[in-house]
């Protein structure tokens, strides 16, 4: 039986070109066999193995657009950095929209891997050629939102990002495993909040519900399509790159939040839901799969806003990225001295979209 080590020796190509192809239709055999013998086995594949190029580029489509999601999402959070009502509160939101910028550095480094540059990924996001996610387009009306976004918006990206810590890909598997532990921060800074706000006064118990009222629906649709409507789970499971289907991680974060709504003492807005004995599982009322399309098509409440305000910072952070890359390039002369400083990533040395007055 082949070692560890002779079956990565195996699938690994230094030469090749990075969409992977190779020579020979019986090295390309070759090739395939192994990449689906490792998938297989569950083991990892990495930058300079073989892969076929229609999982490479689902794995860049995939990543870019939870890259975009991260940094999109700074933006309506951000919106309450100024509001937060204490010291505490405003510390700890500054640290989760922080820590939205360093999940997107680290999803743009995994990309990166896969041979395409941050630059062009980020003028796909800009021309709308590249999704992010469908949650980040409905506005922060109050403080309670911010609640709302992290217990249920944190929660449903932790049950959906979690099998993703066992993707077939190494590099995204790894950035996933530090991403979780955050978001899982995240969601627990939510969760508290809301139940904070369910104690308090009447005024504030019914600000927390009007919060869950208005972002229930839309965090099951984070999930994305139903699954006879998803064009990709099949392929991408088959791949382990997605590890359940979308309606097994909905249903997963529905029974999930049924017992913590009760905690909170607040009500999730679907007459329909009812434990069902038979199932295990809780059923829960229709999605409105319309509005779905509609905030993917471009026509959700805050689409608009969002891209403005992400190519606004992206256009006026170009002089910082412009200077330290004349920094590193200085540096990195022979006889320079200092080691060369890294490039700056775009989303690092832009403003990420999120200052300026408050926005919805
Ligand atoms: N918002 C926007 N687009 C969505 C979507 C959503 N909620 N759900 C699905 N789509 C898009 C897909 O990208 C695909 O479009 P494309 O072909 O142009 O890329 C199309 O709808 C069909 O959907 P599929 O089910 O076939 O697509 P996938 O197999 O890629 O599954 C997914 C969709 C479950 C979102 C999957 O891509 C995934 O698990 N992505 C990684 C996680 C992620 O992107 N999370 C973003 C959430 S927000 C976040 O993480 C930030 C945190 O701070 C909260």
Redesign the pocket.
């Known amino acids: 039986m082949a070692t560890a080590a002779a079956q990565q020796t195996a699938r690994t190509q230094p030469g090749t070109g990075r969409d992977g192809t190779v020579g020979t239709t019986d090295a390309d055999d070759a090739f395939a066999r192994a990449f689906d013998a490792a998938v297989a086995a569950d083991e990892r594949i990495e930058p300079r193995d073989w892969m076929p190029d229609a999982y490479r580029a689902t794995l860049v ?2 990543i870019a ?2 890259a975009h ?2 940094i999109i ?1 700074m933006q309506p959070e951000a919106n309450w950095i100024t509001r937060a009502p204490s010291l505490r509160r405003k510390a700890i939101l500054m640290a989760k929209v922080q820590d ?1 910028a360093g ?1 997107g550095l680290y999803l743009y480094s995994a990309a990166e891997t896969l041979g395409t540059g941050r630059d062009e990924l980020l003028d796909k996001l800009h021309s709308g050629r ?7 387009n409905y506005p922060t009306l109050t403080w309670a939102d911010v609640g709302a976004i992290g217990w249920l ?2 929660g ?2 932790i049950t ?2 979690v099998p ?1 810590c066992r993707c077939s890909y190494g590099p995204y598997a790894r950035a996933m495993v530090r991403i979780c532990k955050e ?1 899982s921060f ?1 969601q627990r800074q939510g969760y508290e909040l809301l139940l904070a706000l369910s104690k308090g006064t009447p005024e504030q118990h019914a600000m927390a519900q009007d919060a869950v009222d208005r972002w229930w629906w839309p965090s099951l ?5 139903p699954d006879d ?5 099949a392929q ?1 499971m088959a791949w382990k790159i ?1 590890r359940h289907s ?1 309606d097994e ?1 909905r249903q997963r974060f529905v029974d999930i939040c049924v017992p913590q709504a009760e905690s909170l003492g607040l009500t999730l807005p679907d007459p329909d839901l009812r434990w069902n004995e038979e199932r295990g599982q809780h059923d829960f009322g229709a999605i409105d799969w319309t509005e ?1 399309r509609e ?2 098509k471009g026509n959700g409440p805050c689409n608009e806003q969002r891209i403005t305000q992400r190519r606004r910072a992206h256009d006026e952070g170009a002089w910082v990225r412009e200077a330290a890359a004349a920094h590193a390039a200085k540096h990195s002369r022979p006889g320079a001295g200092a080691p060369a400083a890294p490039a700056p990533t775009t989303a690092s040395a832009d403003t990420t979209g999120t200052t300026g007055a408050p926005q919805a």
């Open positions: 489509r995939q657009q939870h999601s991260e999402g939205e999940h590249q999704k992010y996610s469908s949650i980040f918006v944190d449903a990206a959906n990002q993703l978001e995240h649709m984070m999930f994305g399509p409507e998803s064009a990709h789970s991408s997605k979308n991680l779905f905030v993917l």
